[in-house]
T-cell receptor, first 113, second 112 residues
Framework: KNEVEQSPQNLTAQEGEFITINCSYSVGISALHWLQQHPGGGIVSLFMLSSGKKKHGRLIATINIQEKHSSLHITASHPRDSAVYICAVDLTYSGGGADGLTFGKGTHLIIQP | NAGVTQTPKFQVLKTGQSMTLQCAQDMNHEYMSWYRQDPGMGLRLIHYSVGAGITDQGEVPNGYNVSRSTTEDFPLRLLSAAPSQTSVYFC???????????FGSGTRLTVV
């Protein structure tokens, strides 16, 4: 069974700080996802990674397939970045999201002004 | 373009009642899946479908039924609701041309 572990579980930082959230998984995957969920809100897909690095605005996601590890970075953090960040993996080897996702338990991030 | 639409947004059931959570997508996605989100447990896969007429069980399927008669719709049925099924339910879809998942806005279900 694939386990997805995220750290830290909770993170409080000051506005402007550089944020790193880590995700490790135990078996081979075809893709890894970073998701964002605001309190009481829906789930938004931030990144899908199968290798390397992706950047979108102040968000950067990296993955090391050999080490089974991914990181999500937020540069110049802002209070609106406060949310739960969830790592999820796709075990489908034939491609696509056919078999659903396996999730980490999420990282609760609070950015204080 | 509505994406993934879930109804209802909120529901209160009595123990033993049955109900159907609706999920519809208008993106012609082949793959659809249902998840429940519980405090401290994260999101867990209930059932998934790779196309019309094809469904399979996920991590926590007990107490739930699904069917996929069309590409667009993937309803989740609670046969006899139990307090343990109090949760927030999310439906998601994706496609073979794989750019990630699109999630619905969720259904908050309380079973009393």
């Amino acid at each position: 069974k694939n386990e997805v572990e995220q750290s830290p579980q909770n993170l409080t930082a000051q506005e402007g700080e550089f944020i790193t959230i880590n995700c490790s998984y135990s078996v081979g995957i075809s893709a890894l996802h970073w998701l964002q969920q605001h309190p009481g809100g829906g789930i938004v897909s931030l990144f899908m990674l199968s290798s390397g690095k992706k950047k979108h605005g102040r968000l950067i996601a990296t993955i090391n397939i050999q080490e089974k590890h991914s990181s999500l970075h937020i540069t110049a953090s802002h209070p609106r970045d406060s949310a739960v960040y969830i790592c999820a993996v796709d075990l489908t080897y034939s491609g696509g999201g056919a078999d659903g996702l396996t999730f980490g338990k999420g990282t609760h991030l609070i950015i204080q002004p | 373009n509505a994406g993934v639409t879930q109804t209802p947004k909120f529901q209160v059931l009595k123990t033993g009642q049955s109900m159907t959570l609706q999920c519809a997508q208008d993106m012609n996605h082949e793959y659809m899946s249902w998840y429940r989100q519980d405090p401290g447990m994260g999101l867990r896969l209930i059932h998934y479908s790779v196309g019309a007429g094809i469904t399979d069980q996920g991590e926590v399927p007990n107490g739930y039924n699904v069917s996929r008669s069309t590409t667009e719709d993937f309803p989740l049925r609670l046969l006899s609701a139990a307090p343990s099924q109090t949760s927030v339910y999310f439906c998601a879809s994706s496609t073979e041309n794989y750019y990630g998942y699109t999630f619905g806005s969720g259904t908050r279900l309380t079973v009393v």
